[in-house]
C-alpha cells in the first residue's frame, strides 16, 4: 500500500483515480490546484504522485520544476491531453518518472504506477544508506555516522530520523512526523516528537534539526 497524491482540476476524473487507487488499497489524496498540488508533494506524506499537466495557479510543468529543486525524489507520473513530442519530452527532462496522455486505460495506469513504486522500493535497497550532506543513515545497521563518527539509535530515534533525511529541507510538522515515523495519531498534547527531537539533536547536532516556529521542524544537511 502507497501514500498516493492526485493533483488533478477535472474532478470527474480525480473521482475516477482515487476510486480505482483506493480500491488497490493505496491511500489516496487529491488536490485540483498546482500551488496547493505543490506544498502537498513538498509535504512528505506521500510516495508518488500522479500530476496533471494543465493546472490552474501553477501547471504540471512548474510544479515539477520546483519539486525537482527543492531536492524531492518523489515518483511522479504525469497526465495530460497535451500529446506532443515536445510535451512529452519538457515533462521527461524536468523530472517526471512516466508519461500518460488522456484518455488512458486504468489498467495502463495501475502498472506505471506499480512499476515506479517497486523501482524506488529498490532503490532505497540497493543503496543500503541515506545520505544527506555529511550526515548518513545505515539502514540495514540502524546507525548513523555525523561527520565521520558513528553512533547507535534506539528504533525511535531511527524511524525518525530516516523520515528527516529522506526530506531534507523540507518543513514536517509534528503530526507528520508521527505519521511517517511511527504510524500515530496525532495528540495535539503530546510531546513524543520534540522529545526524540531533542534526542537526535544531541547526536546530529542541534543546528541540523531546526525549529519552524509554529509549523514543525526541518532538516539542514
Given at each position: 500500500?502507497a501514500?498516493?497524491?492526485?493533483v488533478?482540476?477535472?474532478?470527474r476524473i480525480?473521482?475516477?483515480l482515487a476510486?480505482?487507487?483506493?480500491?488497490?488499497?493505496h491511500?489516496?489524496?487529491?488536490?485540483a490546484?498546482?500551488?496547493?498540488?505543490?506544498?502537498?508533494?513538498?509535504?512528505?506524506?506521500?510516495?508518488l504522485m500522479v500530476l496533471?499537466?494543465?493546472?490552474?495557479t501553477?501547471?504540471g510543468?512548474?510544479?515539477?520544476?520546483?519539486?525537482?529543486?527543492?531536492?524531492?525524489r518523489?515518483?511522479?507520473?504525469?497526465?495530460t491531453?497535451?500529446?506532443?513530442?515536445?510535451?512529452?519530452?519538457?515533462?521527461?527532462?524536468?523530472?517526471?518518472?512516466?508519461?500518460?496522455?488522456?484518455?488512458?486505460r486504468?489498467?495502463?495506469?495501475?502498472a506505471?504506477?506499480?512499476?515506479?513504486?517497486?523501482?524506488?522500493?529498490?532503490?532505497?535497497?540497493?543503496?543500503?544508506?541515506?545520505?544527506?550532506g555529511?550526515v548518513?543513515?545505515?539502514?540495514?545497521t540502524r546507525r548513523l555516522?555525523?561527520?565521520g563518527?558513528?553512533t547507535?539509535l534506539?528504533?525511535?530515534?531511527f524511524a525518525?530520523?530516516e523520515v528527516?533525511?529522506?526530506?531534507?529541507?523540507?518543513v514536517?510538522s509534528?503530526?507528520?512526523?508521527?505519521?511517517?515515523?511511527?504510524g500515530m495519531?496525532?495528540d495535539?498534547?503530546?510531546?513524543?516528537?520534540?522529545?526524540?527531537?531533542g534526542y537526535?539533536?544531541?547526536?546530529?547536532?542541534?543546528a541540523?534539526?531546526?525549529?519552524?516556529?509554529g509549523?514543525?521542524?526541518?532538516?539542514?544537511p
Open positions: 500500500m501514500r498516493i497524491l492526485i488533478e482540476d477535472e474532478d480525480a473521482a475516477f476510486k480505482g487507487l483506493g480500491a488497490d488499497g491511500q489516496v489524496s487529491t488536490v490546484d498546482g500551488l496547493e498540488g505543490l506544498e502537498e508533494a513538498l509535504s512528505g506524506a506521500f510516495d496533471d499537466i494543465g493546472l490552474p501553477i501547471d510543468f512548474e510544479v515539477l520544476d520546483q519539486l525537482r529543486a527543492q531536492g524531492s518523489m515518483p511522479v507520473v504525469v497526465l491531453a497535451r500529446d506532443s513530442v515536445h510535451d512529452t519530452v519538457s515533462a521527461l527532462e524536468g523530472g517526471a518518472d512516466d508519461y500518460l496522455a488522456k484518455p488512458f486504468f489498467a495502463e495506469l495501475r506505471r504506477i506499480n512499476v515506479r513504486l517497486r523501482q524506488q522500493d529498490n532503490t532505497d535497497a540497493e543503496v543500503g544508506e541515506l545520505r544527506s555529511s548518513g543513515l545505515d539502514l540495514r555516522r555525523v561527520d563518527r558513528e547507535d534506539s528504533a525511535r530515534e525518525l530520523a528527516l533525511l529522506r526530506h531534507p529541507g523540507q514536517l509534528r503530526a507528520q512526523l508521527l505519521d511517517l515515523a511511527w495519531d496525532f495535539p498534547g503530546s510531546n513524543v516528537v520534540d522529545v526524540y527531537v537526535l539533536r544531541k547526536k546530529l547536532g542541534s541540523r534539526v531546526e525549529t519552524v516556529r509549523m514543525g521542524y526541518r532538516f539542514q
